[in-house]
C-alpha cells in the first residue's frame, strides 16, 4: 500500500509578515515532504494562516479596515511568498474561510456532545499576544510581563466555557508512554511530561471580549478561544476537498517551542474528547529551536526581521533561494535555537556550496570524453561509491527522523569524498599516463553527482535541477511507490553525454560580499545608540503657518523597483491614502532593497512640486530621511497609525 505523509506548519498570525523565522518553520516543512516524494510516499503539506482574535480585531481597528480585510491581504502575503522560496504547499488553510469554521464548530460539537465543556466565569491575566491565560508564576516580575512578548499582561474577568482537561492528564501520560516519539526531540518530551505530571486545569475555551472569532454553537455571544479555533484547522483542512481525508491523522506537525504544549498537550487532550482513538492521533509534535540574529529572536516586535526573499535576491538571482535553504537547515541545528548569520552564509555560499560541491562537478567537465564509458572499478572507486552509499543511508536516516542538520552533514561528507577521491585518482596525471582510466574516473564522479543531485533536491530543488542538467540526466520527478533515494549508487549507461554549463554558485566579488555583509548585519540592539553626527547649521525661523502649508502624511510602501541605470534611485508606489497610489523616486537603493521596503510606513511631503528624472519618471512628493556617511535611513513611523494620517 502506499505510504502517507502529511506534515503542517503552525498556522502564522497575520499581525506579522513572513520573515525568515517564519521561513524557517516553512522551509523545514517543504524539505520533509520533498524527501518522503523522493521516497515514493504520497504526501499532503498544509499551511495557512491564523486570522481571529482581539490582537487582529485590535491591529483592524487601528489601520481603519474590518478584520476580514486586513486577514484577506496580510494572508495573501504568506500565501504569495512560500512559493518563491520554493515551498510547495497543497493546501493553504485560513481560519476566517468558511470550510475551517464549519470544521472548527463540528469539532466544539463533538467535545460538547462528549459531556467536556461546561459554562463558568474567568478570571486571569491575559496576554492578547499569546492570546493565552497565565499565572503570576508563569510572568516575569516585577510587573507582571509576558515571557514571549515581555509587555504586561491585562486583568480579565469574563463568562467562559471551559474545557475538562484536568480529565485527560492519566489517558495522555499513557499514550505518550505508548509513543515515545510523540513528542521531540527528546529534551522537549520531558518538558511535556513534566508538565502533565504537575497536574491539568480545566481550560477556558471561549471569548465574549471580542467578536472576531468563530461563533460557539448554539451561543453566538461567545466565540471560540482562538487556540481550539486554530489547532482544528490540521483537521479542518482535511474535510473539503473530501479526497484529503485520506490523509488523516498528521504524520509531523512542526511548531516552534514557543507553542508546543498547545500541539503536544491540548491538541490531542481535544482530539481525544472528540471520539479519536489513540492511533487516530497525530504521529508526531517536532518542536524547533527560534532563529536568533544578533543573539535575540527574530521578530516582528524586535524590529529585528529579514525578508528571505530579499536575503535570496541579493546572493543571487538563480541559486539565492536555494542557498537561504540550505543555510537556515545546516546551519540551525533541529531542535535548537540558532544564530542567523550573514557572515555563516557567505562563508557558507563559498564553501559547502561553490568550492565543495560547485567545484565537484566542474573538475568532471576538462576531462570528460564525448559520451561515458562503462566505469572499470578499482579500489579507489569502490571506496568513494561505498561512502556515498553510507551518505545516502545516513542522510535518509537522519530525514526520516525529521533532521535536516544531520542529512546534509552526512551528504557533504560524501561530496567531501569524492573532492578526495578526484585529488587521488588525478585525472590530469592519468590523461597523460594512462588515457584508459580518464572514463572510468568521469563515469565515476558521474555516478556519485547523480546521486548527490537526489540527495541535495529536498532542500536545494533548483541546485539540483542544474546539476541534473549539467550531467545529462532527466529533471527528477517524485513518483508514487518509487523510492529514488540513492542507497545503491547506480551505474551510467554507457553513451550518456554530460552538458557542460555555467557555474552553478559563481564567486560572489569582494565588493558584492562586502555589500552584502553591510546590508544584513544585525541591527544594532535598542541600547546601543549611533554616535551623533555633526549638527547642521541653524535656518532661519519660520512661522507655523508656512509650516503648515506642508501636506505631510503617513503613507505605506506598495510597490518598489530598482531605476535601469540609476543605481542610486528606487521608483516607488506610495499609498497615502488618495484613491491612487503616488509616484515617488528616492535615492534610497544603496541603503534599502525594493522588497524589503514594501509593506513599510514611511513620511511623504506629498505637495512638494513634482521632479522629473528624465525618461518619463516622475517623482510626486518626497520621503523624509536622514543621511549620514553610511547611507540613507527613513523616518519610521511608530505604530500602526491609518495611511493618509496627517503628520503635524
Ligand atoms: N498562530 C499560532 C500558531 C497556531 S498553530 C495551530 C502562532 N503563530 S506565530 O505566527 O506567532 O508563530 C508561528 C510559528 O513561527 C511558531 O512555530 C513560531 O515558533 C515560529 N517562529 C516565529 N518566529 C520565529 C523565529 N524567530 N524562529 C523560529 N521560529 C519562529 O504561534
Request: overall charge negative; proline content about 7%.
Amino acid at each position: 500500500m502506499t505510504k502517507r505523509f502529511y506534515v503542517t506548519t503552525p498556522i502564522y498570525y497575520i499581525n506579522d509578515v513572513p520573515h525568515l523565522g517564519s521561513a524557517y518553520t516553512t522551509i523545514a516543512a517543504d524539505v520533509m515532504t520533498r524527501y518522503r516524494q523522493l521516497r515514493g510516499y504520497d504526501t499532503l503539506f498544509v499551511t495557512g494562516t491564523d486570522e481571529h482574535g482581539l490582537k487582529i480585531q485590535r491591529a483592524a481597528e487601528a489601520r481603519g479596515l474590518s478584520p476580514q480585510a486586513l486577514a484577506d491581504e496580510v494572508s495573501a502575503t504568506f500565501r504569495e511568498t512560500w512559493p518563491q522560496l520554493s515551498c510547495e504547499a497543497d493546501d493553504f488553510i485560513r481560519t476566517s474561510s468558511a470550510r475551517h469554521q464549519r470544521g472548527a464548530q463540528e469539532i466544539w460539537k463533538r467535545i460538547a456532545a462528549a459531556g467536556d465543556i461546561y459554562l463558568g466565569h474567568y478570571e486571569g491575566l491575559y496576554c492578547v499576544g499569546c492570546e493565552a491565560y497565565f499565572t503570576e508564576k508563569e510572568l516575569k516580575q516585577p510587573g507582571n510581563l509576558c515571557p514571549i512578548h515581555n509587555v504586561a499582561v491585562e486583568a480579565v474577568k469574563e463568562e467562559s466555557y471551559f474545557f475538562r482537561l484536568s480529565k485527560y492528564g492519566d489517558r495522555l501520560l499513557a499514550f505518550y508512554d505508548a509513543h515515545p516519539h510523540f513528542v521531540q526531540p527528546e529534551g522537549r518530551r520531558n518538558e511535556v511530561l513534566s508538565f502533565v505530571k504537575g497536574g491539568l486545569q480545566d481550560l477556558s475555551v471561549s471569548r465574549t471580549t471580542f467578536r472576531w472569532g468563530v461563533p460557539v454553537p448554539g451561543n453566538d455571544q461567545h466565540v471560540m478561544w482562538v487556540w481550539i479555533d486554530a489547532l482544528s484547522n490540521y483537521w479542518t483542512a482535511l474535510q473539503e476537498p473530501a479526497d484529503h481525508g485520506k490523509y488523516w491523522p498528521a504524520s509531523v506537525h512542526i511548531v516552534g517551542k514557543d507553542i508546543l504544549r498547545f500541539h503536544a498537550v491540548y491538541w490531542p487532550a481535544f482530539l481525544m474528547s472528540a471520539g479519536f482513538t489513540d492511533d487516530q492521533l497525530p504521529g508526531q509534535v517536532l518542536a524547533h529551536g527560534f532563529l536568533t540574529y544578533g543573539g535575540q529572536k527574530m521578530s516582528k516586535s524586535l524590529r529585528n526581521t529579514v525578508s528571505p526573499m530579499a536575503l535570496a535576491q541579493a546572493v543571487s538571482p538563480q541559486v539565492g533561494v536555494d542557498t537561504v535553504r540550505y543555510c537556515l537547515m545546516r546551519s540551525i541545528s533541529f531542535g535548537y535555537d540558532g544564530d542567523f548569520s550573514i557572515e555563516d552564509v557567505l562563508n557558507r555560499y563559498a564553501t559547502d556550496l561553490g568550492n565543495t560541491l560547485g567545484n565537484l562537478l566542474n573538475r568532471v567537465h576538462p576531462f570528460a570524453p564525448p559520451a561515458l564509458e562503462a566505469a572499470d572499478y578499482g579500489p579507489l572507486e569502490q571506496e568513494l561509491r561505498s561512502a556515498m552509499e553510507k551518505a545516502a543511508k545516513s542522510a535518509a536516516e537522519a530525514f526520516d527522523a525529521c533532521s535536516p542538520t544531520r542529512a546534509l552533514e552526512a551528504i557533504w561528507a560524501g561530496l567531501s569524498a569524492a573532492n578526495v577521491y578526484v585529488d587521488k585518482a588525478a585525472p590530469w596525471t592519468a590523461r597523460k599516463q594512462d588515457p584508459g582510466r580518464v572514463g572510468t574516473i568521469v563515469t565515476t564522479l558521474a555516478e556519485v553527482l547523480e546521486a548527490a543531485s537526489v540527495m541535495v533536491a529536498p532542500v536545494m530543488p533548483a541546485v539540483a535541477a542544474g546539476m541534473r542538467e549539467q550531467l545529462g540526466l532527466e529533471p527528477l520527478t517524485a513518483e508514487l511507490d518509487r523510492d529514488q533515494w540513492p542507497l545503491t549508487i547506480g551505474c551510467r549507461p554507457p553513451g550518456t553525454g554530460l552538458k557542460p554549463g555555467e557555474p552553478l554558485f559563481p564567486r560572489l566579488d569582494k565588493a558584492r560580499a562586502a555589500a552584502l555583509l553591510n546590508e544584513f548585519s544585525p541591527p544594532a540592539k535598542a541600547t546601543e545608540e549611533p554616535a551623533a553626527a555633526d549638527p547642521p547649521p541653524n535656518k532661519p525661523t519660520v512661522a507655523f503657518d508656512d509650516f503648515a502649508k506642508l501636506d505631510l502624511r503617513v503613507g505605506v510602501v506598495v510597490a518598489a523597483e530598482k531605476v535601469k541605470k540609476k543605481d542610486r534611485l528606487l521608483a516607488l508606489q506610495v499609498d497615502v491614502g488618495d484613491a491612487e497610489p503616488r509616484h515617488l523616486v528616492a535615492g534610497i537603493a544603496g541603503s534599502y532593497q525594493p522588497e524589503a521596503i514594501v509593506g513599510r510606513r514611511v513620511v511623504v511631503l506629498c505637495n512638494l512640486e513634482p521632479r522629473k528624472f528624465g525618461k518619463g519618471l516622475v517623482s510626486e512628493g518626497m520621503l523624509l530621511a536622514v543621511t549620514t556617511a553610511d547611507g540613507v535611513t527613513l523616518l519610521a513611523v511608530d505604530g500602526e497609525p491609518p495611511v493618509g494620517s496627517a503628520v503635524s
